[in-house]
């Protein structure tokens, strides 16, 4: 078993062990990649204040997203295709984060079924919902979610159109892979990969196959992206998502305060900072700089999560000091999957919650509630003086 002591070390063991196709897919930012690279650079220039001399045992970083008790706030985020970084990848992350206490989000673009992880697991976890043309299918699907007791609907607001991350296009990604040359080739060193895939039959879009019809191929990813998704969502549709859905609801893909101001109208009970991993408009802001005016806008009446950009406990611990009640992991968590499979998502979880941890206790903190400004050090310039 190799000694891991941080995300980094998961990250390099996913690659060799993962096709290559998967890895990039997941290691990936759209066109030049500056808003996939600011999202963790931006993190990195907010400076902790250490204090001393503080009693700092009875610490705990327990608190409550969306008023579900969690061990930490960091939720898994929804990650398109994890059942293609390792065999039953979902089902693996999602009873992982039971374990650990911490909520799993399930992508409709997952490998296993909304019924494949409540089979495999004990405790409600989160649906994330695509807006799909196909409006019977949104309603299904809303229903799916509730029989499986899913706890939260996640709603993602910022890929009605796929943006293009060139590696994709470059390495043919599809499912399941393409018996190509370079392909094969890649796929000679991933033995342990071949070997999970051939005791697993989930090896296609489990929410979707022989639950949607007039997709040309749902191998391609972008092509069903462009055939299926709905690029006419609005705020009246998010209305009637939350109508049908009835439960709590979570709106994700929230960058500018006047879409915060809307999430709140509608009645969301909480919004996800996020540019989706950088995956959709290069260009815009990081989540972490995002994050300060969207406080400003909507922080005392809606709850307020964040994701992209967090690869380790002290990026958590920045993000709930400036104000976020909730975190999301998406790629940290994929990494562990894909170097040693559940045991490699709680490795994941381990590693973060450690660094959150002991984060706090050297900031003079011992409850993750209490996290404030005050621990921070933040450039005067950190959000930027730009002109709308
Ligand atoms: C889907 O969510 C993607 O970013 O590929």
Known sequence: MPIITTIQDLKDLHR???PRMFYDYAESGSWTEQTFRENTTDF???RLRQRVAVDMTGRSTASQMIGQDVSMPVA???VG????QHADGEILAAKAAEK???PFTLSTMSICSIEDVAENTTKPF??????MRDKTFIKNIIQRAKDAKCSALVVTLDLQILGQRHKDIK???SIPIRPTLPNLIDLATKWRWIAGMAKTKRHAFGNIVGHIDGISDLSSLSVWAAESFDPQLNWEEVKEIKKMWGGPLILKGILDAEDAKMALQVGADAIIVSNHGGRQLDGALSSIRALPAIMDAVGDKIEVHLDSGIRSGQDVLKALAMGAKGTYIGRAFVHGLGAMGEAGVTKALEVIHKELDVTMALCGETQVRDLGRHDLLIPEDFEGRWQA
């Open 81 to 84: 295709s994890t059942g293609m």
């Open 171 to 173: 390495n043919g990604l």
């Open 44 to 46: 990195e220039k907010i």
């Open 100 to 102: 650990f206490g911490v």
């Open 76 to 78: 898994l985020a929804p």
């Open 16 to 18: 060799r062990r993962t």
């Open 126 to 131: 989160w649906f994330q919902l695509y807006a």
